[in-house]
Protein backbone atom coordinates (compact mmCIF):
# COMPACT_ATOMS: atom_id res chain seq x y z
CA UNK A 1 0.00 0.00 0.00
CA UNK A 2 2.95 2.24 0.92
CA UNK A 3 4.92 1.63 -2.02
CA UNK A 4 1.33 2.15 -4.17
CA UNK A 5 0.98 5.66 -2.87
CA UNK A 6 4.44 6.82 -3.12
CA UNK A 7 4.54 5.88 -7.04
CA UNK A 8 1.70 7.82 -7.43
CA UNK A 9 3.05 10.68 -5.33
CA UNK A 10 6.10 10.11 -8.01
CA UNK A 11 4.23 10.52 -10.83
CA UNK A 12 2.51 13.54 -9.53
CA UNK A 13 5.64 15.13 -9.01
CA UNK A 14 6.92 14.56 -12.46
CA UNK A 15 4.12 15.87 -13.84
CA UNK A 16 4.39 19.00 -12.13
CA UNK A 17 7.90 19.14 -12.74
CA UNK A 18 7.57 18.27 -16.35
CA UNK A 19 4.67 21.74 -16.67
CA UNK A 20 7.68 24.20 -14.70
CA UNK A 21 10.65 23.00 -16.57
CA UNK A 22 8.28 23.75 -20.07
CA UNK A 23 7.48 27.17 -18.65
CA UNK A 24 10.77 27.89 -17.58
CA UNK A 25 12.70 26.63 -20.47
CA UNK A 26 14.67 29.12 -22.24
CA UNK A 27 14.54 29.25 -25.89
CA UNK A 28 15.98 32.57 -28.57
CA UNK A 29 14.01 33.08 -31.55
CA UNK A 30 14.68 35.67 -34.38
CA UNK A 31 11.48 36.50 -36.68
CA UNK A 32 11.10 38.90 -39.60
CA UNK A 33 7.50 39.21 -41.02
CA UNK A 34 6.13 35.91 -40.04
CA UNK A 35 3.08 34.55 -39.07
CA UNK A 36 1.55 33.74 -35.34
CA UNK A 37 0.83 30.48 -36.96
CA UNK A 38 4.38 29.55 -38.02
CA UNK A 39 6.25 30.93 -34.80
CA UNK A 40 4.03 28.80 -32.81
CA UNK A 41 4.62 25.74 -35.37
CA UNK A 42 8.46 26.49 -34.64
CA UNK A 43 7.55 26.65 -30.72
CA UNK A 44 5.91 23.43 -30.88
CA UNK A 45 8.79 21.91 -32.66
CA UNK A 46 11.69 23.17 -30.95
CA UNK A 47 10.37 22.55 -26.95
CA UNK A 48 8.75 19.15 -28.22
CA UNK A 49 4.89 20.08 -27.27
CA UNK A 50 1.45 20.56 -28.77
CA UNK A 51 -0.33 24.20 -28.65
CA UNK A 52 -4.30 24.15 -28.31
CA UNK A 53 -6.08 27.11 -29.24
CA UNK A 54 -9.50 28.42 -30.64
CA UNK A 55 -9.54 30.08 -33.74
CA UNK A 56 -12.11 32.93 -33.08
CA UNK A 57 -9.32 33.48 -29.94
CA UNK A 58 -6.09 34.29 -32.00
CA UNK A 59 -5.47 35.31 -35.44
CA UNK A 60 -3.31 33.10 -37.19
CA UNK A 61 -2.64 35.16 -40.30
CA UNK A 62 -1.36 38.30 -38.40
CA UNK A 63 2.38 39.13 -39.63
CA UNK A 64 4.94 39.78 -36.66
CA UNK A 65 8.49 40.58 -36.01
CA UNK A 66 10.24 38.89 -32.61
CA UNK A 67 13.65 39.02 -31.73
CA UNK A 68 14.24 37.15 -28.41
CA UNK A 69 17.60 35.47 -26.85
CA UNK A 70 17.84 33.55 -23.71
CA UNK A 71 14.10 34.05 -22.56
CA UNK A 72 11.47 31.58 -20.88
CA UNK A 73 8.56 30.05 -22.90
CA UNK A 74 6.25 32.22 -20.50
CA UNK A 75 8.07 35.62 -21.84
CA UNK A 76 8.21 34.36 -25.29
CA UNK A 77 4.00 33.88 -25.00
CA UNK A 78 3.80 37.08 -23.68
CA UNK A 79 5.48 39.05 -25.83
CA UNK A 80 3.40 37.02 -28.88
CA UNK A 81 0.20 37.80 -26.85
CA UNK A 82 0.68 41.35 -25.09
CA UNK A 83 -2.79 41.67 -24.39
CA UNK A 84 -3.75 40.74 -20.62
CA UNK A 85 -6.98 39.17 -22.01
CA UNK A 86 -5.13 36.06 -23.11
CA UNK A 87 -4.30 33.10 -20.82
CA UNK A 88 -2.16 30.36 -20.80
CA UNK A 89 -2.44 26.72 -18.88
CA UNK A 90 -0.51 23.62 -19.24
CA UNK A 91 -1.76 19.95 -19.33
CA UNK A 92 0.92 17.78 -19.44
CA UNK A 93 2.48 18.55 -22.81
CA UNK A 94 -0.22 20.47 -23.95
CA UNK A 95 -0.40 23.89 -23.89
CA UNK A 96 -3.75 25.82 -24.36
CA UNK A 97 -4.12 29.23 -24.97
CA UNK A 98 -7.79 31.03 -24.76
CA UNK A 99 -8.50 34.58 -24.82
CA UNK A 100 -10.82 35.98 -21.81
CA UNK A 101 -14.20 37.60 -22.87
CA UNK A 102 -14.24 41.49 -22.63
CA UNK A 103 -16.41 42.93 -20.14
CA UNK A 104 -17.73 46.38 -20.63
CA UNK A 105 -20.64 48.29 -18.67
CA UNK A 106 -24.14 49.39 -19.36
CA UNK A 107 -25.53 52.12 -16.93
CA UNK A 108 -28.07 54.77 -16.49
CA UNK A 109 -31.28 56.07 -14.93
CA UNK A 110 -34.70 54.70 -14.82
CA UNK A 111 -37.71 57.14 -14.27
CA UNK A 112 -41.66 57.21 -14.76
CA UNK A 113 -43.22 58.46 -17.92
CA UNK A 114 -44.93 61.31 -17.60
CA UNK A 115 -43.25 62.41 -13.90
CA UNK A 116 -39.55 61.51 -14.44
CA UNK A 117 -39.44 60.39 -11.06
CA UNK A 118 -36.55 58.19 -10.28
CA UNK A 119 -37.21 54.74 -9.24
CA UNK A 120 -35.81 52.93 -6.67
CA UNK A 121 -35.55 48.75 -6.69
CA UNK A 122 -36.29 47.96 -10.77
CA UNK A 123 -34.91 44.83 -11.65
CA UNK A 124 -32.61 44.72 -14.36
CA UNK A 125 -32.43 41.13 -15.94
CA UNK A 126 -30.43 39.87 -18.44
CA UNK A 127 -31.32 35.95 -19.40
CA UNK A 128 -28.75 34.86 -21.28
CA UNK A 129 -26.07 35.33 -18.52
CA UNK A 130 -28.74 34.81 -15.56
CA UNK A 131 -27.54 37.99 -14.42
CA UNK A 132 -28.87 41.24 -13.20
CA UNK A 133 -29.41 44.26 -11.13
CA UNK A 134 -31.61 46.55 -9.34
CA UNK A 135 -31.51 50.44 -9.49
CA UNK A 136 -30.52 52.36 -6.06
CA UNK A 137 -32.86 54.86 -3.93
CA UNK A 138 -31.82 57.60 -7.19
CA UNK A 139 -32.76 55.36 -9.94
CA UNK A 140 -29.22 54.71 -11.14
CA UNK A 141 -28.54 51.43 -12.38
CA UNK A 142 -24.77 49.63 -13.25
CA UNK A 143 -24.23 46.28 -14.53
CA UNK A 144 -20.73 44.56 -16.15
CA UNK A 145 -21.37 41.84 -18.41
CA UNK A 146 -18.77 40.38 -21.27
CA UNK A 147 -18.87 41.26 -24.72
CA UNK A 148 -21.95 40.52 -27.16
CA UNK A 149 -25.36 40.71 -27.85
CA UNK A 150 -27.79 40.16 -25.34
CA UNK A 151 -31.83 41.04 -24.23
CA UNK A 152 -31.95 43.38 -21.28
CA UNK A 153 -35.77 43.61 -19.48
CA UNK A 154 -36.29 45.83 -17.40
CA UNK A 155 -39.57 44.96 -14.81
CA UNK A 156 -40.86 46.85 -11.84
CA UNK A 157 -44.22 45.99 -10.16
CA UNK A 158 -47.26 48.50 -11.45
CA UNK A 159 -45.37 49.45 -14.20
CA UNK A 160 -45.04 47.75 -18.14
CA UNK A 161 -41.78 46.04 -18.38
CA UNK A 162 -39.50 46.62 -21.10
CA UNK A 163 -37.47 44.32 -23.66
CA UNK A 164 -34.48 45.67 -25.40
CA UNK A 165 -31.86 44.30 -27.61
CA UNK A 166 -28.31 45.94 -26.89
CA UNK A 167 -24.98 44.90 -29.05
CA UNK A 168 -22.40 45.60 -26.37
CA UNK A 169 -19.07 46.19 -28.21
CA UNK A 170 -18.11 49.45 -25.17
CA UNK A 171 -19.62 51.00 -22.44
CA UNK A 172 -23.16 52.29 -23.05
CA UNK A 173 -25.17 54.66 -21.07
CA UNK A 174 -29.08 53.85 -21.96
CA UNK A 175 -32.16 55.62 -19.88
CA UNK A 176 -35.66 53.80 -19.33
CA UNK A 177 -39.00 55.12 -18.72
CA UNK A 178 -41.18 52.92 -17.29
CA UNK A 179 -44.72 53.50 -18.49
CA UNK A 180 -47.49 53.02 -15.56
CA UNK A 181 -49.62 49.54 -16.54
CA UNK A 182 -53.47 50.17 -15.89
CA UNK A 183 -55.41 46.90 -15.44
CA UNK A 184 -58.93 46.26 -15.45
CA UNK A 185 -60.17 43.53 -13.62
CA UNK A 186 -63.46 41.88 -12.63
CA UNK A 187 -64.71 42.13 -9.11
CA UNK A 188 -62.56 40.31 -6.89
CA UNK A 189 -64.26 39.42 -3.12
CA UNK A 190 -60.81 39.11 -0.77
CA UNK A 191 -61.58 36.93 2.49
CA UNK A 192 -57.90 37.29 4.24
CA UNK A 193 -54.59 39.28 3.49
CA UNK A 194 -51.64 36.69 3.57
CA UNK A 195 -48.49 38.68 4.45
CA UNK A 196 -44.84 38.19 3.36
CA UNK A 197 -43.28 35.71 5.62
CA UNK A 198 -41.17 38.03 7.41
CA UNK A 199 -38.16 34.82 7.78
CA UNK A 200 -37.94 34.63 4.16
CA UNK A 201 -37.04 38.51 4.30
CA UNK A 202 -33.11 39.39 3.89
CA UNK A 203 -33.57 42.75 6.03
CA UNK A 204 -34.99 42.06 9.42
CA UNK A 205 -36.65 44.35 11.41
CA UNK A 206 -37.92 46.59 9.28
CA UNK A 207 -40.88 48.30 7.52
CA UNK A 208 -41.24 50.59 4.02
CA UNK A 209 -44.50 53.02 4.16
CA UNK A 210 -45.86 55.34 0.99
CA UNK A 211 -47.19 58.50 1.35
CA UNK A 212 -50.89 57.25 0.78
CA UNK A 213 -50.61 55.10 4.37
CA UNK A 214 -49.57 57.98 6.82
CA UNK A 215 -51.76 60.51 4.30
CA UNK A 216 -55.06 58.30 4.88
CA UNK A 217 -54.42 57.94 8.77
CA UNK A 218 -55.97 60.35 11.10
CA UNK A 219 -54.35 62.14 13.26
CA UNK A 220 -54.40 65.25 15.94
CA UNK A 221 -55.59 68.23 14.91
CA UNK A 222 -56.07 67.08 11.03
CA UNK A 223 -52.41 67.43 10.69
CA UNK A 224 -50.75 64.52 8.65
CA UNK A 225 -47.93 63.35 9.89
CA UNK A 226 -45.37 60.49 9.11
CA UNK A 227 -43.48 60.22 12.61
CA UNK A 228 -47.07 59.64 13.58
CA UNK A 229 -47.67 56.97 11.22
CA UNK A 230 -44.37 54.99 12.67
CA UNK A 231 -45.97 54.97 16.15
CA UNK A 232 -48.70 52.74 15.39
CA UNK A 233 -45.87 49.94 13.82
CA UNK A 234 -45.11 47.29 15.72
CA UNK A 235 -42.15 47.40 18.55
CA UNK A 236 -42.85 51.05 18.03
CA UNK A 237 -44.20 53.28 20.65
CA UNK A 238 -44.99 56.82 21.31
CA UNK A 239 -44.93 59.07 23.99
CA UNK A 240 -48.04 60.24 24.84
CA UNK A 241 -50.98 61.58 23.27
CA UNK A 242 -49.86 64.68 21.14
CA UNK A 243 -45.98 63.95 21.47
CA UNK A 244 -43.88 63.61 18.14
CA UNK A 245 -41.00 61.26 19.87
CA UNK A 246 -41.26 57.78 20.02
CA UNK A 247 -39.53 54.99 21.81
CA UNK A 248 -38.40 51.82 19.63
CA UNK A 249 -37.64 48.75 22.19
CA UNK A 250 -37.06 50.29 25.43
CA UNK A 251 -34.85 52.79 23.84
CA UNK A 252 -35.16 56.95 24.44
CA UNK A 253 -36.28 59.04 21.62
CA UNK A 254 -32.52 60.71 21.36
CA UNK A 255 -31.55 57.07 20.32
CA UNK A 256 -33.04 57.13 16.90
CA UNK A 257 -31.10 58.40 13.59
CA UNK A 258 -33.26 60.29 11.58
CA UNK A 259 -32.31 60.87 8.35
CA UNK A 260 -33.57 62.93 5.36
CA UNK A 261 -32.19 62.55 2.09
CA UNK A 262 -29.33 61.42 3.45
CA UNK A 263 -28.87 64.64 6.10
CA UNK A 264 -29.27 64.06 9.89
CA UNK A 265 -32.10 65.16 11.80
CA UNK A 266 -31.13 66.14 15.01
CA UNK A 267 -34.43 67.48 16.12
CA UNK A 268 -37.56 66.06 13.99
CA UNK A 269 -40.40 67.95 16.50
CA UNK A 270 -42.16 71.45 15.47
CA UNK A 271 -44.99 73.31 17.96
CA UNK A 272 -43.78 71.41 21.55
CA UNK A 273 -43.63 68.24 19.99
CA UNK A 274 -47.11 68.09 18.87
CA UNK A 275 -46.19 66.76 15.31
CA UNK A 276 -43.41 66.64 13.03
CA UNK A 277 -40.95 69.01 10.78
CA UNK A 278 -41.77 66.57 8.05
CA UNK A 279 -44.44 67.92 5.45
CA UNK A 280 -46.07 64.84 3.86
CA UNK A 281 -46.66 65.98 0.98
CA UNK A 282 -43.07 66.47 0.09
CA UNK A 283 -42.35 62.48 1.67
CA UNK A 284 -41.35 60.18 -1.23
CA UNK A 285 -40.85 57.35 1.10
CA UNK A 286 -40.00 56.34 4.29
CA UNK A 287 -38.36 53.46 5.72
CA UNK A 288 -37.67 52.75 9.23
CA UNK A 289 -35.27 49.45 10.31
CA UNK A 290 -35.58 48.34 14.44
CA UNK A 291 -32.55 46.48 14.29
CA UNK A 292 -30.39 44.87 11.93
CA UNK A 293 -29.35 48.73 10.95
CA UNK A 294 -27.31 48.48 7.29
CA UNK A 295 -23.56 49.40 7.79
CA UNK A 296 -24.13 52.31 5.95
CA UNK A 297 -26.18 54.36 8.41
CA UNK A 298 -24.21 53.84 11.47
CA UNK A 299 -24.60 52.86 14.52
CA UNK A 300 -27.18 53.91 16.71
CA UNK A 301 -29.13 51.78 19.73
CA UNK A 302 -33.09 51.96 18.86
CA UNK A 303 -33.57 52.38 15.35
CA UNK A 304 -33.02 54.41 11.98
CA UNK A 305 -35.58 56.42 10.06
CA UNK A 306 -34.76 56.76 6.28
CA UNK A 307 -36.86 59.96 4.87
CA UNK A 308 -36.94 60.35 0.95
CA UNK A 309 -38.43 63.39 -0.47
CA UNK A 310 -39.49 63.62 -4.19
CA UNK A 311 -37.63 64.81 -7.12
CA UNK A 312 -39.99 66.93 -8.63
CA UNK A 313 -42.16 66.24 -11.81
CA UNK A 314 -40.09 66.88 -14.88
CA UNK A 315 -43.19 67.24 -17.01
CA UNK A 316 -45.04 69.61 -16.07
CA UNK A 317 -46.13 71.90 -12.81
CA UNK A 318 -48.19 70.89 -10.31
CA UNK A 319 -49.24 71.68 -6.45
CA UNK A 320 -50.89 70.87 -3.63
CA UNK A 321 -52.43 72.91 -0.60
CA UNK A 322 -53.37 71.61 2.87
CA UNK A 323 -55.28 74.00 5.64
CA UNK A 324 -55.90 71.80 8.78
CA UNK A 325 -57.09 73.19 12.42
CA UNK A 326 -53.62 74.37 13.58
CA UNK A 327 -51.52 74.72 10.53
CA UNK A 328 -51.74 75.30 6.12
CA UNK A 329 -49.01 73.81 4.06
CA UNK A 330 -47.96 74.16 0.33
CA UNK A 331 -46.34 72.36 -2.21
CA UNK A 332 -45.12 72.87 -5.29
CA UNK A 333 -43.22 71.33 -8.24
CA UNK A 334 -42.36 71.37 -11.92
CA UNK A 335 -39.35 71.03 -14.83
CA UNK A 336 -36.60 73.45 -14.94
CA UNK A 337 -35.54 72.00 -17.95
CA UNK A 338 -38.58 69.75 -19.29
CA UNK A 339 -37.20 66.33 -19.15
CA UNK A 340 -33.70 67.23 -17.20
CA UNK A 341 -33.86 68.99 -13.71
CA UNK A 342 -37.25 69.87 -11.85
CA UNK A 343 -37.58 71.81 -8.57
CA UNK A 344 -39.77 71.02 -5.52
CA UNK A 345 -40.55 74.04 -2.80
CA UNK A 346 -42.48 73.01 0.27
CA UNK A 347 -43.73 75.13 2.82
CA UNK A 348 -45.72 74.69 5.93
CA UNK A 349 -47.38 77.69 8.13
CA UNK A 350 -48.71 76.80 12.12
CA UNK A 351 -50.94 80.03 12.75
CA UNK A 352 -51.06 78.28 16.45
CA UNK A 353 -49.05 81.98 17.56
CA UNK A 354 -52.21 84.34 16.31
CA UNK A 355 -54.65 81.32 18.27
CA UNK A 356 -52.56 82.06 21.45
CA UNK A 357 -51.98 85.99 20.46
CA UNK A 358 -55.28 87.47 22.69
CA UNK A 359 -54.45 85.33 26.09
CA UNK A 360 -50.21 87.22 25.56
CA UNK A 361 -49.98 90.05 28.53
CA UNK A 362 -49.22 93.11 27.01
CA UNK A 363 -45.73 93.95 28.13
CA UNK A 364 -44.69 90.54 26.02
CA UNK A 365 -46.64 91.38 22.64
CA UNK A 366 -44.66 94.88 23.26
CA UNK A 367 -41.23 92.83 23.61
CA UNK A 368 -42.44 90.71 20.79
CA UNK A 369 -43.07 93.88 18.44
CA UNK A 370 -39.25 95.07 19.36
CA UNK A 371 -37.93 92.33 18.04
Known amino acids: MVRVLFLVLFIGWLDGYAQETILDQKISLVKENVSISSVLSELETTLDFTIGYSDSAIDLSKVISISIRNKTLAQVLKTIFPSKLYQFKLLGKKLLIYKRPKKYTISGYISEKGSQEYLSSVSIYIPELNAGTITNDYGFYSLSIPEGSYQVLISFVGYKSIKKNIDLVSDRVINFDLELDTQYLDEVIINSDQETNKSQVTQMSSERLNPSIFEDIPTILGEKDAIKTLQLLPGVQSGGEGSAGFYVRGGTPDQNLIILDEATVYNSNHLFGIFSIFNGDAIKSVEIFKGGFPARFGGRLSSVVKIDTKNGNKEKF??????????????????????????????????????????????????????
Open 318 to 371: TGKANISLISSSLVLEGPIIKGKTSFVISGRRTYADLLLLPFMSKEYKLIEVSI
